[in-house]
Structures are given as structure tokens and as C-alpha cells.
């Protein structure tokens, strides 16, 4: 029984690792970004190339990920998101083609590979990542087995949660960004630098997805088209957690990571995802602004 | 969502178009007697991982034909086309080889999916179709030339030799959820029973799912002593990937795969493989003289030094040599005229000896069974003595003395009473 709840939590903790920035981005400006799974991606060809070019250890990986992705993401808002506030479906057609425009980049080695030249770590096949020895396999912790390298995402998918949550509750930026999520107009009429607060807010949400991407490029496989289906979970997450609440995020990642391994465990996985889908249609249509949400203006 | 994607993909092929282009099409000599043949990959999109190497492969047996003199004296010239990974593409660009360009012959696809969708084409244009890829046989088509493996040549060794020689007695047998694997499930449920073995669960997996928590913690507590894998594509690496991570290891509880070829391998790391098991006709490590050349012709061709070969790329290769043969021996390059003269015909291929069966256009093969080793390459542990006969419907009875595909097409009747 232990093991099908640290299933769930493991489940849910992905889920929330890929969530977490979407729900920023998202939940603080109004932003649907589609890119959010290229940008798991780019964290997981980080860690590939890190590891090629710069002899970079999987740990090490993490914040150079977040980096580059915050970077990118930082870009992304400066070139396309910024011209797009307030018109949410542009936002989602906007990102969707920079999503294509990252994978392809990607895929087609920056181009070089029309030129016959080949980077490697890019290229439309599968990559290898290196995990350490010691992340793989089973620690006996109260008698139980427990797979580490799992053990290892709750702990940093933990850590990112509070740390976000730190940045938004106990900080000064938080609590323009919270303002902005209120009302952008008058929180600028306060004074506060509108601009510059979406520009760092949607970098730190890629950042958190680069995180991501080096943690999902240890056990599954990386390749152009991983984020793909990514972005789908996440936006499932945040929809049914509630547009704009941290703790809705949590609490919906939490609750489908849970039923998901649940239902997997007593009938199978094809079911269980069935379900999944099913229990977040049931949630939108009985409370459509998700389990918890504010009213915003 | 697949809107936006076809036109990412149409992109993504005239790029792909633009690099081969220069390379591949032998345009300036002899241009009026040329033989053309279509071959037909995805150049783009997910499954450009492995069907860009079929292309590749394709394009090398055609190269070295028209070195050593090409076809009748004749030279063979290309049109390659891209499937994109979509089924729908796949039967535009055959309808576009078949009426458009009226070739006889293509070369093509890696899923069963690609091979359904073209097939109605290649039957109503009497045109024939070269399929190189291992798939769950059910499948008697006039127009068809398959030269992969069919689920009696990946097990008829293969579960025999497990409980045999691992003594293993109860399988747990998971896979990807598509007719691949469920047809493969059908035929080792039938083995097992002979061999006096029995399977413990039959579960499945979303095909390109990765999630394998739920599922390994199954096989952990489900008692069994060995796991039949039909896993395909990107899942595999996640799923051998989680195995371990759960403390699982091959010395006790094997993974023995039907899919899982180096390509998987080199993806996840070979310390996540090392002591699984995989069956297929042809491996990389195959220790000949002419698998080792082929290997060796094959990077130079792609001119990437760490190129890895495959089973559906070996069967891509050979599979133009037995296509060459049979023009010349029917002495022209119709569909009726290859038909008649692929039959029986010969070919000592990379793996060892090929033959197309006279009845049912499918290939002998030799079974192999590899065990993986720490340098990403497969340890060859038991071979068939010699190649074995094709048997597509296996798994509703077929026998060597009763063949449910013959010459007239699939008798219909054998099929309902099993």
C-alpha cells in the first residue's frame, strides 16, 4: 500500500515540477504558453549538452538549465509575449509557434544540419543522459523500498515549491507580481514597473521548467518531441488547481498524481489516465474557475 | 494540435528534401534508361529517429548497385519521398510514386500503420511494396514483399530457449498498446503453453507513454521470474530506465525484449541494459566478415563514425539486392514480372542467408537471441542452425504443413476455424 501512495506522490510531484511555472506564467499574467514543454525540453538537452561540451555532472546541469531556459524564456517575453498581453488566445497561437520554432531548432541542429554538419548532442534521434550511480536504485527507509532517483524529484520538486512560494508571499517582487495578476492597470498606476515584472516573472517561470527538463532527462527519454506532451498535464494541473493560486496547483498535482498511481496500481495505466481525464472534466464542469481561485479584476 | 503540426512537418521535409537531395539522385547518367523506384521513410517528425536510417539504408544498396553496373546494365535512380510520420502523408506519397511517377516498385515503412494506409494503393495500381520492419504478420497481401522478422521468427527460439536455458517458468509479459505487441502477446501465450510455462499478467502501456512507475512496481510484486517486453519506440528507454531505479535487476528477473535494439540501448545508457535479452535477426555484433563490412560501408555512407545498424535497417539493405534479383531474373521491371521473380529468390544478406518464401512472399530469417553487455552491443547467446520459415498467422494456427497464405492470397476459411 506504502509503495502505490509514494507511486502517487511521485506522479503528482512531476506533475507539479512541470506545473509549477505554468502556473505562474499562466496564473500570474494571463500568458497560455505552449512553449512551457520546449522549454522542459531545452532544460533536457541542457543536461545533454552540458554533459558533451562542457563535461558537466547531472547536478551541475540543474542551475545552468535554469539559465539558459530563463534566458530563452526572458527572450521569448521581450520578442512575442510582450506585444500580446491581454489577448489570451493570441498568447496561446504566438507560443504554440515558438514552441515549433524551438523543437525544429533543435531538430534541425540550428540549421546546420542543411549544411550537412552535425552537432552532436542535437539531431532529431534519442539522447543519452548520465545519471550518477548513486541516484539509481533503492534506499530501505522504514522498511521500505523506495526508488531514489524518485525520492529525489519530490525533494527538489519540495524545494522549488517553497522557494516559489517564498519569491511570491515574502518577497517585494512577489508582491508586485501579485498585484499585476490583480490588476495590471492599476497596480502600474502604483508605480510599478509592469514591463519589467511580466519580463522576470515569465523568465523565472521557463527557469522552473528547465529544472524540470533536467530531471525528466534522467529517466525518460529525451528527444525534440518530449515536451509535448507535457504541456498538456500541466495545463491540467493549473486549470483544475485554480488559475492564480500556488496552493491549487499543489493540492490538484497532489490529488491526480494520487489517483492516477492509485487506479494504475488496481486496474492499469491506460484506465488510469482515462480516469485522470476523466475526474478533471468532472472538476471543470462542477467548478469551472478550478478548486481554488480568487476572484481577479 | 495536428493542424499546426502537418505544417511543421511539410517544413521539416523540404528541408530533409534540400540535404539529400544532392547526394542521392544519380541523375546524370544515362537518364533515359534509368530504372526509377520509389522509397518511401519519414524524413521528419518522431519517427525520423529510425525510419531516416531505412532511408539511408535504402539509398546505400542502391548506390552500390549502380557502382557494380546497376540493373540489366541499367542504373536504378530514386525518388524519395517523406512520409512525415503521419499515415495520411504516407498514402498521398505513394498515390504521388504510383500514378503520378507509375513506379512499379517502392520501398518503404517502418509502422504497421504507414504499411495499412499504403496498402490499398499499392493493390488497387498493382504496384509492389518492399517493407522491411519486424510486424505481427495477419497480413497476406499480393503487392507485398516483407522482409522483416514475423512474430514466429522473434519467438519460436526465443521462449523455448528462456525457460530452457534461465528456467524461467512464470513471464510477465507487458507492452506498448497497439497491434504490434497485443499480436505478440497472442503468439508467446501460445508458446508458453507449449513449453510449459505460464504468464502471470499481460499489461499495457500507452503507446509514447513514459510514466513506468505504476507498471514496474506490477512486475515487482507480481511473482513472476521473467519479463517478456513488447515496448515500443521511446517508452523502452523510460521503462529499462525505471526497472533499475526500482531496484530491479536482470541477473534475477530479465528483461527479454522483441524490440529493444541498439538504438534504445545507446539512448538509455548500457548500464541500465546490461544482461537483458533481445530477439531478432540481425544484431549489430553479428561477428562475419560481411556484417562487419556492412557496418563499416554504412558509416562511411552517413559519414557519422558512430552510426549504429539495426535489424529494419539490415532488412532495408538487403531487401533492394533481392528486388535487383528479381527484375533480373523475370527480366523486366513490372510488378507482375518482380512479383513472379522475387519468389524464391536468394540473397546472402548482413545476417546470414535470406530467402523470400514462394508462398507468402515473406523471409526466411535466422532467429538470434542477444544478451547485452556493458559496451552498449549485443552478446549473440543462441542462433537458430538455419533460417526459419515465415509463418504471418502464427497465432490463429498457421503450421509449415498448413499454410493459411499461399500464392491464391489468404484462405479465409483456415483463419475463422481457429
Redo the contacts between chains.
Keep these: 500500500m506504502l509503495?502505490?501512495i509514494f507511486?502517487g506522490l511521485?506522479?503528482g510531484s512531476?506533475l507539479l515540477l512541470v506545473a509549477l511555472g505554468l502556473a505562474i506564467t499562466y496564473g500570474a499574467m494571463g500568458v497560455i504558453n505552449m512553449a512551457h514543454g520546449e522549454m522542459v525540453m531545452v532544460g533536457a538537452y541542457t543536461t545533454v549538452m552540458g554533459a558533451l561540451w562542457l563535461n558537466l555532472g547531472f547536478l551541475a546541469s540543474l542551475p545552468l538549465a535554469f539559465v539558459v531556459t530563463a534566458l530563452l524564456g526572458w527572450a521569448i517575453e521581450r520578442v512575442v509575449v510582450r506585444r500580446l498581453y491581454g489577448r489570451l488566445l493570441d498568447t496561446l497561437l504566438a507560443t504554440?509557434g515558438v514552441a515549433?520554432l524551438v523543437?525544429?531548432a533543435v531538430?534541425?541542429e540550428f540549421g546546420m544540419?542543411?549544411f550537412?554538419l552535425?552537432i552532436q548532442g542535437l539531431g532529431?534521434?534519442?539522447?543519452?543522459?548520465?545519471?550518477p550511480e548513486w541516484m539509481?536504485?533503492?534506499a530501505g527507509i522504514f522498511g521500505n523500498?523506495v526508488?531514489?532517483?524518485?525520492l529525489f524529484i519530490i525533494l527538489v520538486t519540495l524545494v522549488l515549491t517553497l522557494v516559489t512560494w517564498l519569491l511570491m508571499y515574502r518577497s517585494e517582487i512577489g508582491i508586485q507580481v501579485r498585484a499585476i495578476m490583480r490588476n495590471p492597470r492599476m497596480a502600474a498606476a502604483c508605480g510599478i514597473d509592469v514591463q519589467r515584472i511580466n519580463g522576470l516573472t515569465f523568465a523565472y517561470g521557463s527557469g522552473l521548467a528547465g529544472v524540470a527538463g533536467v530531471m525528466m532527462s534522467?529517466?525518460?527519454?529525451?528527444?525534440p518531441?518530449?515536451g509535448t506532451?507535457m504541456v498538456v498535464d500541466g495545463f491540467m494541473v493549473v486549470v483544475v488547481g485554480g488559475v492564480g493560486s500556488l496552493f491549487g496547483s499543489v493540492l490538484s498535482a497532489g490529488l491526480l498524481g494520487q489517483v492516477?498511481?492509485g487506479v494504475?496500481?488496481f486496474t492499469?495505466?491506460?484506465l488510469?489516465?482515462a480516469v485522470v481525464f476523466g475526474l478533471v472534466i468532472l472538476i471543470i464542469i462542477v467548478k469551472p474557475t478550478g478548486l481554488f481561485s480568487f476572484k481577479g479584476r | 494540435m495536428s493542424l499546426d503540426r502537418r505544417s511543421l512537418l511539410k517544413a521539416g521535409a523540404m528541408g530533409a528534401a534540400a540535404i539529400t537531395a544532392p547526394s542521392f539522385f544519380t541523375r546524370s547518367a544515362a537518364a533515359a534508361e534509368t530504372i526509377k523506384v520509389g522509397v518511401l521513410f519519414s524524413l521528419t517528425g518522431g519517427l525520423s529517429i529510425i525510419e531516416k536510417s531505412l532511408a539511408d539504408a535504402t539509398m546505400m544498396a542502391i548506390a552500390e548497385i549502380n557502382a557494380a553496373g546497376g540493373v540489366m546494365g541499367r542504373k536504378v535512380e530514386a525518388v524519395l519521398e517523406d512520409g512525415a510520420s503521419d499515415p495520411k502523408t504516407y498514402n498521398e506519397k505513394a498515390s504521388k510514386l504510383i500514378v503520378g511517377d507509375k513506379l512499379a516498385t517502392v520501398f518503404g515503412s517502418y509502422t504497421s500503420a504507414s504499411r495499412k494506409a499504403v496498402l490499398p494503393v499499392f493493390e488497387k495500381h498493382n504496384a509492389m511494396y518492399f517493407y522491411p520492419t519486424y510486424y505481427e504478420g495477419f497480413e497476406c497481401s499480393r503487392n507485398v514483399v516483407y522482409t522483416g522478422a514475423v512474430p514466429n521468427q522473434q519467438l519460436s527460439n526465443f521462449i523455448p530457449w528462456i525457460v530452457k536455458n534461465l528456467g524461467k517458468k512464470k513471464f510477465f509479459i507487458v507492452g506498448s498498446n497497439y497491434i504490434y505487441p497485443r499480436e505478440m502477446a497472442k503468439v508467446c501465450k501460445i508458446l508458453m503453453k507449449q513449453n510449459g510455462a505460464e504468464f502471470v499478467a499481460d499489461e499495457y502501456l500507452e503507446l509514447g507513454h513514459s510514466e513506468w512507475g505504476s507498471m514496474v512496481n506490477k512486475i515487482k510484486n507480481s511473482g513472476c521470474d521473467a519479463v517478456l517486453s513488447n515496448v515500443v519506440g521511446d517508452s523502452v528507454v523510460a521503462f529499462y530506465r525505471e526497472f533499475k531505479n526500482q531496484g530491479l535487476t536482470h541477473d534475477k528477473l530479465p528483461i527479454c525484449a522483441t524490440v529493444t535494439s541498439e538504438i534504445e540501448i545507446a539512448a538509455m545508457g548500457a548500464e541500465y541494459a546490461v544482461g537483458s535479452y533481445t530477439s531478432f535477426p540481425y544484431f549489430m555484433a553479428i561477428d562475419s566478415e560481411r556484417n562487419k563490412s556492412f557496418v563499416e560501408r554504412y558509416r562511411a555512407f552517413v559519414k557519422d563514425p558512430k552510426a549504429v545498424t539495426h535489424h529494419a535497417l539490415e532488412s532495408s539493405y538487403f531487401q533492394v539486392f533481392l528486388w535487383k534479383q528479381a527484375v533480373e531474373k523475370a527480366g523486366a521491371a513490372t510488378a507482375d514480372a518482380i512479383r513472379d521473380g522475387v519468389r524464391g529468390q536468394e540473397f546472402d544478406a548482413p545476417n546470414g542467408h535470406v530467402t523470400v518464401d514462394k508462398e507468402n512472399l515473406h523471409t526466411y530469417l535466422t532467429p538470434r537471441i542477444a544478451q547485452w553487455q556493458a559496451d552498449g552491443q549485443a552478446k549473440i547467446v543462441d542462433a537458430y542452425p538455419q533460417p526459419v520459415e515465415p509463418l504471418p498467422y502464427v497465432a490463429y494456427g498457421e503450421t509449415s504443413s498448413n499454410l493459411f497464405c499461399t500464392p491464391k492470397g489468404l484462405d479465409a476459411s483456415k483463419l475463422k476455424k481457429s
Design positions: 509503495d502505490v507511486i511521485s506522479l512531476i504554440w515549433i523543437q525544429q531538430r534541425l544540419s542543411f550537412g552535425h532529431p534521434g534519442l539522447q543519452n543522459v548520465k545519471v539509481t536504485g533503492v523500498q526508488n531514489i532517483y524518485r534522467g529517466f525518460k527519454t529525451v528527444f518531441d518530449m506532451s492516477n498511481g494504475a496500481s492499469n495505466d491506460i488510469a489516465r
